[in-house]
């Protein structure tokens, strides 16, 4: 054989044998719905979102721009980036709302330029009902037109019962709705998004394209929040899980990978989508990014900590 001819073979085996890679999410499956416990394409079909979130805006705000996003796009195979906007800390939207919108329009532009999805969150554990409905006022009759967009309307609840959550949520869907009748929407359950039974036990009512959120740390949540979780499913409660990682739920502590792989291998046999924490560069295990590594993405391997090698490796793995 030629050697322009063998060079040619081993190129195209090659090619063969890497991911195919969705080269535009929005594209492929449009504006996306709830049907029973599933989140689905335009089409009807089946989705699984799988990406990674940014850390709190108001403390990594140098990683909210248009190249990091790229980047999780094409080299991390991300379908999916959530926006972290921190109402706690210094320097947060309630204290610098001007700052905090600059950084999350950022990213959702970004997203909308890329072709994929994007989880505005609502990142706090309190509840600011007047604030919140502003706020998605504002974000979905600037951005609900588009389909990328998903409304994460409170990230952690930690004290409010599931009654006070119930009226707060409704508040804020109602608010959204006014603007954009159609994009998914995602409500959060008391104790840190831990309490999924008490959803399955007294749902909202009304409203469609709404999902309902968990949040877990392999190295601290186990089988028993994981037997909730598809207790809940069970009983028709749509799960969409927006936080995860593979340590304790400090964001410190070792890896538990096992752990990790147990809830992945969950949440695909439900159809779960998963969104893991966080591209921040803090002296932590969750942080996946090494403090010398650029804001606008191209991180190669070394400045990558084990936690962001890991999640790259299972969003390439699940994310064809």
């Given at each position: ?5 063998l060079l ?6 090659t ?18 719905q709830?049907q029973?416990t ?10 699984v ?6 850390g ?11 190249g990091?996003v790229?980047?999780l796009k094409d080299?991390?195979?991300a379908?999916?980036?959530?926006a ?8 947060n939207?309630?204290e ?20 994929i999805?994007?989880i505005?969150?609502?990142?706090s554990?309190k509840m600011?009902t007047?604030e919140?409905?502003?706020?998605f006022d ?5 951005y609900?037109k588009?389909p990328?967009?998903i409304?994460?309307?409170?990230n952690e609840?930690?004290?409010d ?5 119930k ?10 709705r006014?603007?954009d009748?159609?994009n998914?929407?995602?409500?959060g ?16 009512r ?9 949040h ?6 186990g089988?028993?929040l994981?037997?909730r979780?598809v ?6 409660v749509?799960?969409f899980?927006?936080e995860?990682?593979g340590?304790?739920?400090s964001?410190?502590g070792?890896l538990?990978?096992?752990?990790w792989q147990?809830?992945?291998d969950?949440m ?11 591209i ?6 969750c942080s996946?990014?090494?403090?010398r590594a ?22 390439r793995q699940?994310?064809?």
């Amino acid at each position: 054989m030629k050697r322009k001819a063998l060079l040619t073979l081993i190129a195209m085996l090659t090619a063969m044998s890497l991911p195919i890679v969705a080269t535009n999410p929005v594209k492929e499956w449009g504006q996306l719905q709830v049907q029973g416990t599933l989140l689905c394409s335009e089409k009807g079909q089946p989705v699984v979102l799988r990406g990674v979130s940014f850390g709190w805006h108001n403390i990594w705000p140098r990683f909210y721009n248009k190249g990091a996003v790229k980047w999780l796009k094409d080299d991390w195979h991300a379908t999916v980036v959530r926006a972290a906007m921190g109402l706690m800390i210094e320097d947060n939207y309630l204290e610098n709302p001007k700052f905090a919108l600059s950084c999350v329009e950022n990213v959702v532009k970004a997203a909308i330029q890329q072709g994929i999805y994007v989880i505005v969150d609502w990142h706090s554990h309190k509840m600011y009902t007047d604030e919140a409905v502003k706020f998605f006022d504002y974000i979905s009759k600037k951005y609900g037109k588009h389909p990328n967009v998903i409304y994460e309307i409170f990230n952690e609840p930690v004290d409010d019962s599931w009654q006070s959550l119930k009226e707060y949520a409704s508040a804020v869907i109602k608010a959204i709705r006014a603007n954009d009748p159609d994009n998914v929407i995602l409500v959060g359950c008391p104790h840190w998004d831990q309490d999924i039974h008490l959803v399955a036990g007294s749902p909202l009512r009304g409203f469609d394209n709404i999902m309902y959120t968990v949040h877990f740390y392999a190295a601290t949540h186990g089988q028993q929040l994981r037997d909730r979780m598809v207790d809940a499913v069970k009983h028709g409660v749509p799960v969409f899980v927006s936080e995860c990682a593979g340590m304790e739920a400090s964001g410190n502590g070792p890896l538990n990978v096992e752990e990790w792989q147990r809830w992945i291998d969950t949440m695909e046999q439900l159809g779960i989508s998963w969104v893991n924490w966080s591209i921040s560069d803090k002296d932590e295990t969750c942080s996946m990014i090494l403090p010398r590594a650029k804001a606008n993405g191209k991180w190669a391997d070394d400045v990558l900590k084990k936690s962001g090698k890991l999640v790259r490796q299972f969003l390439r793995q699940y994310n064809p």
